[in-house]
């Protein structure tokens, strides 16, 4: 019966010729849509930038998902140290930035016997499929992505090519592993769209079917996007202290944040809608309390009496409750230099084989013989 079942899923694999294009029996090269067919666990890939301290937005809307995903999948997760060269960090800043997201990924709980945990930096061959994805990304494009426009509005005297060619970095850090499901925040749905659009390409170019679609993933219904306390946008490392929630957080300055967060002076009126900022406040609880103390400040800015005072002293409260075992473990975890040394060694390790083996088989397809 095994046989059988063995035979007509070869049969059916030979008669797929768009998945196995090079050679039949070279599995590696098995369309990821099939891998259910054969055993093999699916793709997940993420990065985050060593930009500064993870902060609640970094938690729910990437590394809640890489925890369970490392269950469930053959995982990536990497510090995206070439992506931060835009700003242009001292080497000091850099390295010191950089070792606290691993302190921050393993604190938080990331296993390095579950996942892959690297530096991208570790992997030069992000830098060599850069390089191939470079000569098939175009200008037009490339300037019409909504972050591209920010960075250049915000930092009009450092608009470099790495921030241009930044969805293409972001591609080839994905497509090195040919992954499938990318978890991140709302913020980088179009990063998505253009992976998409260079893996197809280079699909097309070589008439070869190598790279997956990769999709931006997340448990919940919809991408996530946690918005700052000052009331403009989304929670961001850069985005300045007082709109900014840290994973280690002090209780004393996590209270006198909340309790400074923009609000506004009460509904006008009972089932008057709630501004902006306060809806963002509410977003906030929704992350962190339970789910009776939501609705008793639902309701009451529903009947007109909310008393914000109250309303920020509950949620200051909930959120301490939320970061404190964060903020041990992230302390602990930081002072424990030696194992941060062996997990990122380990972890490069791991991620050199799949990184190695992709570009080789890039390096064919573009008709590059690898000697
Ligand atoms: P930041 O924007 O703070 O510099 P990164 O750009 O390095 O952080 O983002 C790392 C991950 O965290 C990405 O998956 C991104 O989508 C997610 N993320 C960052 N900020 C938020 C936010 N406010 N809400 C949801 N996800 C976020
Ligand atoms: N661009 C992402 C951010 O700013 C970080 C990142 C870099 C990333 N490479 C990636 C995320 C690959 C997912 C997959 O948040």
Redesign the pocket.
Known sequence: MALHKNTSLIRFLLSEKRIIRLNPFRFHQIQPRFCKFVNMKEVV?????PTGKLHLGNYFG?LKNFLRLQQQFDSYF?I?DY?SLTTHPTPGDLSASVKRVLAEYIALGLDPEQCTIYF?SDLPETAELYLFLNMNAYLGELERVT?FKEKARTQPNNINAGLLT?PV??AA??LLHR?IK????K??EQ?LEMARTFANRFNRLYNNEYFPEPQAFSFEQNLVKVPGLTGTGKMSKSAGEADTIYLDEEASVLNKKIMRAVSDSGPSEPGAPKSVPVQNLFDLMGLVSATDTIQFFEDSHKAGNIRYGDFKKQLAADMEIFIAPLRDKIQTTLGDEKRLNEIAKFGAEKARASAQKTIREVREIIGFSNR
Request: no cysteine; glycine share 12%.
């Open positions: 890939v993420s990065g985050i930038r990437a990497f995206a992506h991208q972050s930044y970095l972001m850090d994905i992954g990318v978890p991140v925040g913020d980088q990063h």
